[in-house]
């Protein structure tokens, strides 16, 4: 009896992956690849992230300019990297069919430019102002931007669809953004994440949500005008 429970479970299994379209299987294994490179022992993982991810002074100093969009496709833990690449395959598994490929890419190259160049700007400005070292040379990096864009992005899709985050426990996909800054939040209060986590995470929901609400390109026009996509309706009605 247990094998047979557990040849089916093996079954809807690989049934599931198989719904997953090819670009999104290409942007997970991406994102899990470069976790890799960013975790390479002997010094090389340190080498990539100081070449790949996000360090104000450098990008300034050095003229690094590509750090800003590269540093928030890479986890510097292939742990990390492993879940991002998962919530990544259950995203896109719902938005590249409705979206298609193209549309897709130009989301997340538009979430990771738009953040990426704006947490920048932020650091740079704290950076001149307080000349602190922690914020000048401040590793930025990871993928929790596009994670609360991708949430956002569930929310206008499928906002009643209930998404299983674990064996027994399904979460509507209108709520999902708000678990995700708020776990962010609580995370980096903590002391588990840095404060530009939380940083990236907010303006990764806020540009997310700008983008589809008034520049996507659609069959009915562009943006989303609907009431329940609203910039309130992210917030609990007590304080909508």
């Known amino acids: ?102 549309e897709l890419i130009k989301f997340i190259l538009i979430i990771n430019a738009t953040v990426g160049y704006t947490t920048f700007f932020l650091y740079s400005g704290a950076c001149l102002i307080t000349q602190k070292p922690n914020v000048c040379f401040a590793l930025i990096s990871g993928c929790i931007a596009l994670v609360a864009a991708s949430t956002v992005a569930l929310k206008q899709l499928i906002p009643e669809n209930q998404i299983k985050l674990f064996r027994s426990y399904n979460i509507k996909a209108k709520h999902l953004t708000a678990i995700v800054v708020t776990g962010t939040f609580v995370l980096c209060l903590v002391g588990l994440l840095g404060v530009y986590k939380l940083i990236m995470s907010l303006l990764g929901a806020y540009y997310g949500w700008l983008y589809l609400r008034f520049f996507q390109v659609r069959d009915k026009g562009i943006g989303d005008q609907n009431s329940a996509f609203s910039f309130q309706s992210f917030f609990p009605r007590q304080i909508q």
């Open 1 to 102: 009896m247990a094998a047979v429970e557990s040849d089916t479970l093996n079954k809807n299994l690989a049934s599931r992956l198989r719904e997953i379209p090819s670009a999104t299987w290409a942007g997970a294994a991406l994102v899990f690849l470069l976790s890799i490179f960013a975790s390479l022992p002997f010094g090389l993982g340190e080498i990539f992230q100081q070449l790949f991810c996000l360090v104000p002074a450098k990008t300034l100093g050095k003229f690094h300019v590509w750090t800003p969009l590269t540093g928030l496709f890479v986890e510097t833990n292939a742990i990390a990297g492993l879940l991002v690449a998962c919530i990544f395959l259950v995203a896109g598994k719902w938005l590249e069919p409705a979206w298609g490929q193209r």
